[in-house]
């Protein structure tokens, strides 16, 4: 039997700032003396002020709501190949501010709805095509999706030395708990996608894509995950993306060679695709995830935190 469902949602916080900001809340490096820092160029507000679209150097886009916090995390070359190329690793990760609460009303998923957002608007504004926009606001075999709370999209497209390069993706939070005597639940789940340009004339070999969820608050511990285990890749095919003990979540997204990797802890739910990407988005790659948390009646609220990340390799 599934256990009783109750909308919740978080409010979206009101944010008048200026157009051009800098600052540690906006972003911050990951740590180390190579730290790959893309610099702001410019905040533009969105949907009224809850949220907003903050474009960095490096073609890097980011859509959260107002008062996330963006790091970047990646370095000098981390290794040397044989044939000469160097590789790297980047990633971005979005802190998502608003605490998604058991005592949320239903009207905090409307305010969702009312302040005008969608995740295909938010990913419009980051610079998907609409294509893809509409991948991530309804991924394919969509059978079952609750109502969602907060999101944010990542577009990464490396301008240096390929502009063609991509590695993006989008997150949600969903605005729906369940309870049990023990404990109240709560889900989200996050995309990657992009491609490989080549090897010669500037271009990068995507080697590995990923993307992660991870949860905050007091005991939170992730009781389901999908995918749960490590999954082959012969040719690109349909997966399905299930979540069904408390909450359901159902979609489906594509695994291509040459398979996901999963990382599955007590907060934390990564999923890699790793392989070869090189003919551009006609050789496109994609992960994708979902998990539901666990928290105790003591812990008042949750939030979720969303990262891509990526590794490529290059002469240069």
């Given amino acids: 039997m599934k256990l009783l469902r109750t909308l919740a949602a978080v409010s979206a916080a009101l944010l008048a700032g200026s157009m051009l900001l800098s600052g540690p809340t906006l972003a911050q490096p990951g740590g180390g003396k190579d730290t790959w820092q893309p610099a702001l160029l410019s905040i533009e507000p969105l949907y009224g002020g809850s949220a907003q679209k ?91 999706e609750p109502p969602i709370a907060s999101s944010g999209c990542a577009y990464s497209e490396d301008v240096q030395p390929d502009p063609k390069f991509e590695w993006s993706g989008c997150y949600k939070l969903y605005a729906e708990t369940a309870s049990d005597p023990r404990a109240w639940y709560a889900a989200g789940s996050g995309t990657g996608h992009g491609w490989g340009t080549g090897v010669l004339g500037g271009g990068k070999e995507l080697q590995k894509g990923y993307t992660q969820i991870s949860w905050s608050g007091a005991s939170a511990e992730i009781i389901e995950a999908s995918p749960a285990a490590n999954l082959p890749g ?33 907060t934390l739910h990564k999923v890699e695709w790793h392989g070869s990407s090189t003919r551009g ?15 105790p009646f003591s812990t008042p609220s949750v939030t979720l935190n969303y990262r891509i990340g990526w590794t490529y390799a290059c002469y240069c």
């Fill in 54 to 144: 903050m474009h960095y150097t490096e073609g890097i886009t980011v859509v959260a709501p107002t008062g996330a916090t963006v790091v970047f995390t990646g370095s000098g070359a981390v290794a040397t190949l044989p044939d000469g190329r160097r590789v790297y690793d980047r990633s971005v990760q979005i802190l998502d501010p608003h605490a998604l609460s058991r005592a949320s009303s239903a009207k905090q998923a409307a305010t969702y709805q009312a302040a005008g957002r969608s995740v295909y608007k938010d990913a419009i504004a980051a610079g998907f095509s609409p294509e893809q926009a509409r991948r991530q606001a309804q991924p394919q075999g969509t059978l079952d």
């Fill in 234 to 266: 012969n040719d690109c095919h349909n997966v399905g993306i299930n979540l069904a003990y408390i909450i359901e979540v159902s979609y489906q997204a594509p695994l291509c060679d040459d398979g996901w990797s999963v990382t599955w802890d007590r």
């Fill in 281 to 295: 988005s006609s050789d496109q790659r994609s992960a994708s995830g979902a998990s539901t948390v666990k928290l």
